[in-house]
């Protein structure tokens, strides 16, 4: 069933989506050709009014898809879980833990999309000539030609450590994808439990367990300190630092996961 | 066809009367087959467990007859039919009789009435 | 006749205010329920409870012998007093949904009646009035081959000839291996449609019988009992 429930989400959330993924990649597509054309034309006046408002509307879709990947997520969770449509999700024949975790999963899939999506907008628009210019500026300024070989150098030197800080990175990025979500969807599903104002009380729930996790991390970071770091190696350091915040992470959003799915198995209040 | 079920007394009762008039009144034909109870309580927009209980009362009474497979059917038996009309009407007559005398209309008088009325 | 659901002692508390009080019920297969009683009597509350999107406070509620969970859930077709379907929908998705969930979902039957209907596969949700999503999702709800129905006020504000049409779906997919709940203030409509009659309220259970024994017992239809009895 977790299939079917991914599946049926992957497809809901996709209408959402799709036009802003191809909203993007068309308007890189159309600043790459506009800069193209200015190369050898840039006194026209209709030309940089162009250029200035497909900018504009360029940026704004960025900023929208980058903001969209976890909005998006968040209310496709609130609109079919505790709304009216939760009449239908919630009487499925599937358990509770299977809808959070599919919308779960399918969001944190888009999310990494919008980045795949903006890394080829970008690429679209520095691509060929241009890529190789800027290639090249950022040489020349930095007075080096061989930059990758002393960025290899350094990796040789400490490429055991660095490989285990690279995965820990990496798990990290994913977790906190995951955990990102789960933040939102257990501050909508206390506020479910209140009997008005539900959304605005959820955003407030959201607000003050961001503030809460500030005062953990403030405290991992003091703990950190507290370690004494003789004969540690810098990297090292870094690797431990970032495992204490990972596990930090997976625990508080597990612990966010089993509340949400308890509110939803036995204190839904749906109007 | 309407069937109209009235507030006062049980649903199947109601229901039996109604079917036993459209079977000797010959809305329903003699040997034909007659609707599924899931249809005929559609119809009549009552319970099929009502309507099945009206069925088998006139199951009992030999006015239909069910087969197995294949449902219920009116019964070909005329003189059952004619029988069942003769009491019917005469119960009706006797009713109608008592009402009469106690106006104090003679049987003549009566005769004369019903001669003028036409149906 | 086997039961197919059973309260005993069934609790429902919404922080200090007692919605169900320790009601004792018992249904069997093959029943066309009516659940009366006047607004805030807890009607809602014992179909969101056997539909699975309450938990009670105490007592026990089972569904073919089964404490309600995806089993249940499984067997029970409930039609909610709010219209659920995704505004962004076509007829066809909803109704794939349905196919892919319920593995009891009769796909002929949906198709029969919404061609009834005249209603088409590709009309999108939003252009639908009110009254055409509440009539889609009674058939969706009566398409399945459930043990249990639960209609949650179905007839309530449609016209003369939706409520005809609903209750002829409700008869003609009778189904002697299944149950049907329906909740309703409007009981003359539907009294005659009924086996059974359970009157609660204030989360209590007043009267459970039969519409006949009603009739013979009082004289009277469901409905006139039903404002003697909810006099205010």
């Known amino acids: ?271 | 066809m309407a069937w109209e079920i009235k507030n006062d007394r049980p649903v199947y009762i109601q229901l039996v009367e109604e079917l036993e008039m459209r079977i000797l009144n010959g809305t329903y034909t003699m040997g034909t087959k007659l609707l599924s109870v899931r249809d005929l309580a559609g119809e009549a927009q009552v319970n099929p467990n009502t309507m099945q209980k009206a069925l088998s009362e006139l199951e009992k009474k030999g006015l239909i007859s069910s087969r197995r497979t294949s449902g219920n059917y009116i019964t070909d038996d005329e003189k059952l039919i004619k029988d069942l009309r003769t009491e019917l009407a005469s119960n009706e007559v006797e009713t109608f009789c008592g009402k009469i005398k106690k106006l104090g209309i003679t049987k003549k008088e009566t005769i004369e009435l019903i001669n003028k009325e036409d149906f | 006749m086997s039961e197919i659901l059973k309260c005993t002692g069934l609790t429902k508390k919404y922080g200090s205010l007692v919605a169900l009080n320790n009601l004792d019920l018992s249904v069997n297969k093959g029943q066309i329920i009516g659940l009366l009683g006047p607004n805030g009597s807890g009607k809602t509350t014992l179909i969101k409870l056997i539909a699975g999107l309450l938990k009670q406070n105490s007592g026990e509620l089972t569904v073919n012998g089964e404490k309600i969970g995806i089993n249940t859930k499984k067997i029970v077709s409930y039609l909610p007093e709010r219209t659920y379907i995704p505004d962004w929908m076509r007829v066809i998705d909803i109704i794939k949904m349905f196919e892919n969930f319920y593995e009891d979902f009769n796909l002929e039957k949906v198709k029969t009646m919404l061609d009834n209907l005249g209603i088409k596969f590709n009309q999108r949700i939003k252009a639908m009035s009110k009254g055409t999503k509440e009539k889609l999702q009674l058939i969706l709800v009566m398409s399945r081959e459930a043990q249990l129905y639960l209609l949650d006020e179905p007839i309530a504000g449609v016209d003369p000839a939706a409520r005809d049409y609903i209750l002829r779906t409700i008869i003609t997919n009778y189904n002697p291996e299944a149950a049907v709940i329906i909740s309703t203030h409007l009981i003359q409509d539907i009294e005659t449609v009924l086996d059974d009659v359970i009157m609660i309220q204030n989360g209590n259970l007043k009267i459970h019988k039969t519409v006949d024994e009603i009739r013979e017992e009082s004289g009277k239809s469901v409905d006139e009992l039903f404002r003697e009895v909810f006099r205010c």
């Open chain 1, 1 to 271: 069933m977790l299939g079917k429930l991914f599946k049926t989400e992957f497809k809901a959330s996709g209408r959402l989506y799709l036009p802003l993924f191809i909203g993007v990649i068309f308007f890189a597509v159309v600043e790459r050709i506009l800069m193209e054309i200015m190369q050898y034309k840039d006194d026209s006046l209709v030309l940089n009014i162009v250029f200035g408002v497909i900018t504009v509307i360029f940026v704004l879709i960025i900023i929208s898809v980058c903001v969209s990947g976890q909005f998006i997520s968040i209310y496709r969770f609130y609109k079919s879980v505790f709304t009216d449509e939760g009449y239908l999700t919630n009487t499925l024949p599937v358990k509770s833990s299977s809808i959070i975790i599919s919308k779960l999963l399918v969001g944190v899939l888009y999310t990494v999309f919008s980045y795949i999506v903006l890394f080829v907008s970008g690429f679209i628009m520095v691509a060929g000539d241009l890529l190789t210019n800027a290639l090249n500026g950022l040489r020349i300024s930095f007075g080096i030609e061989n930059t990758q070989i002393s960025l290899m150098d350094f990796a040789i030197s400490s490429i055991v450590n660095l490989r285990l800080t690279l995965t820990i990175l990496a798990v990290l990025i994913i977790a906190a994808l995951f955990f990102n979500i789960l933040m939102f969807y257990v501050a909508f599903a206390i506020g479910n439990m209140a009997n008005r104002k539900k959304v605005l009380l959820s955003i407030i729930i959201y607000i003050g367990i961001v503030n809460v996790l500030s005062f953990i991390s403030a405290g991992v970071a003091v703990f950190v300190d507290w370690l004494t770091w003789d004969n540690v190696l810098m990297v090292n350091v870094i690797n431990i630092t970032l495992a204490i915040i990972l596990a930090v992470i997976v625990v508080i959003g597990l612990v966010c996961f089993f509340v949400t799915n308890k509110i939803i198995k036995s204190k839904l209040n749906l109007e």
